[in-house]
Each structure stands twice: as C-alpha cells, then as structure tokens.
C-alpha cells in the first residue's frame, strides 16, 4: 500500500492544535511516528498524549519556528530520539486583520516571521537532513489566500505571506527533487474551527458560506487524507506543488 507511512518519522510545527493536530493524527494513524511541535509546549503535549492512547508512537517539542536555535534544536531532538526524519510538516501560522492602510509593521514583521521565516528555516533544518539520506517530504501549509483575496477579510500580510509560501514551496520542489526531496504544500479554504461558531462571527461566516460553492466551511477531516498523501510514496511525482482543498471557492 502506497499510502503507508510505517517506520518513517514526521514532525508537525503549529501540531497543538487545529489543522496541524488533525495532521499529527492522520499521519500517526497511517504509521508514522510523529514529533509535535508548537510555540506552547502544554498543547503539544496534549496531542503527543491523544497520540500515544492510540498506540502512536510520538513526542511533544517546544519550538518557535521563527527562531533558528528553537528549529535546530527540534530537529536535533528528533534525530536524537528517532534517527532522522522523513516528514517535515511545516503547519504553523499567525494570522491577523487590520485595513491594509493601518497594518503596523509589527503586525507585519510578525506575520512574515512566522508564515515565512519560519517555513524558511525549517524547510532548510529539515530539507539538510533529507537531502544527505537522498529522501525526504515536505508538505506546507499555505492558504486559499495565496490565490485569492477573501472576501471580506482585511489580511495584507497574511496574503502576502502565504503567497510567498507557494513560491518558497515551488522554488524548493524544483530544486531538491532529483536528490529525493518533494516539497509540496496545501491550501485549505476556511476551516471550521471553535471560535467560529460564536455570536461575533456569525455574520461573517453568513458571508462566508456565500462565497464557497460547496455550501460549507472546509473541516480538518477534509484535509487529513490530503496530508498523508502528499507524505506517502503514492505523490513521489509531485513536487511544487500547491494542493487547494477549498470547496471550490477560488474558482467564485
Ligand atoms: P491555529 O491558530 O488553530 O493553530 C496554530 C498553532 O500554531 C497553535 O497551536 C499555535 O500555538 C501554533 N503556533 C503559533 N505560532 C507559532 C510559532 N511561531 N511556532 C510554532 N508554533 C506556533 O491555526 P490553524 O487554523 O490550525 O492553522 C494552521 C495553518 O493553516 C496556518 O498556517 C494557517 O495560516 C493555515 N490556514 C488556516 C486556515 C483556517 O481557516 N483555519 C485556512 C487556511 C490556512
């Protein structure tokens, strides 16, 4: 089966929670062992702990993707305790509104720290390791955004950083490939998530649901079989490439 992942090791950044908790799963669930990264180590933790009830082996690391030592000393714990690693999900992401006209260059720098700069370092950590053992998959997240400009959403940055992952993911897939490296990534559309469903969003997600021909938000099961794709043998002629799971609302 071309889809199994036994005996190859993974790691998740931004794996606390959300999308990249709903991937530490999938990618567990479909055998591999998996590193779960993330800038809060008590959510971590709490995946590494679902993980392991259900017999997967895997770990919790501290990590702020944004800093080089934090990536470098993910990496080194995970070499350390499993041997190399196979699998770098490269999840986590901020995301922030304001009118372009009032983004301060905080929230900026920020952003691109890290949605860019920390998809940078550990593609770079990661993608040494795999290119030395000629073998290695990348998956990033990106977003719908680094297509389109949802509407109505006041996300300058974030767009923009995201659209620099597409790039960053199409440069790199290109050019690690004949060494045995693909990188690819996933755009989701707008997942459902928790806070989603309170009383302040209500009118935006009306809006929302207008925009998507599907008829309804994206939900983490969507993304799961999508990940452990783009992580299994079965994609090995993919690379670069940009995986939109969106319900079709780019194409609206
Ligand atoms: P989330 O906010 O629910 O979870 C993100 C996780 O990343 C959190 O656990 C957080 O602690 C962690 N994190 C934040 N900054 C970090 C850092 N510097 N280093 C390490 N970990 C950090 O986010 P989500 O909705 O699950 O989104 C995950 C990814 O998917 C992001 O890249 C996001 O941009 C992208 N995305 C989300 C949606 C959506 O609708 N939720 C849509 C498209 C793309």
New binding site residues.
């Given amino acids: 089966d071309r889809l199994q992942l036994d005996g190859k090791v993974a790691y998740v950044?931004?794996?606390?929670?959300?999308?990249?908790?709903a991937f530490c799963h999938a990618l567990g669930e479909a055998g591999a062992k998996v590193a779960v990264?993330?800038?809060?180590l008590a959510?971590a933790e709490a995946v590494a702990c679902e993980l392991r009830l259900k017999g997967i082996k895997s770990i919790a690391i501290a990590?702020?993707?944004?800093r080089p030592e934090?990536v470098q000393r993910m990496l080194a714990t995970i070499v350390d305790k499993w041997g190399t690693v196979h699998i770098a999900c490269n999840?986590?992401?901020?995301?922030m509104n304001s009118p372009s006209e009032a983004t301060s260059l905080e929230e900026w720098d920020k952003t691109f720290?890290?949605?860019l700069r920390?998809l940078f370092l550990c593609c770079q950590a990661a993608g040494r390791i795999m290119l030395n053992q000629g073998y290695g998959k990348i998956i990033n997240?990106?977003?719908?955004?680094s297509l389109i400009v949802p509407h109505p959403q006041k996300q300058l940055a974030?767009n923009a950083s995201?659209a620099g992952v597409v790039k960053l993911t199409q440069t790199l897939g290109t050019e690690w490939i004949d060494r045995g490296v693909r990188v690819n990534c996933i755009?989701?559309?707008?997942?459902e998530?928790p806070l989603i469903h309170s009383e302040e969003l209500k009118p935006l997600v009306q809006c929302w649901l207008t925009d998507i021909p599907a008829g309804r938000l994206?939900r983490?099961t969507d993304l799961q079989a999508a990940v452990v794709y783009l992580a299994s043998e079965a994609s090995d002629y993919m690379t670069g490439h940009n995986l939109v799971i969106e319900g079709g609302q780019s194409l609206w």
Avoid: C, E, F
């Fill in positions: 950044t931004g794996g606390g929670q959300g999308i990249g908790r990264a993330d800038l809060v959510k990590a702020d993707v944004s934090d999840n986590a992401g901020i995301n720290n890290v949605n920390g997240t990106a977003s719908m955004a974030y995201k755009s989701p559309g707008i997942v998530t994206a983490v």
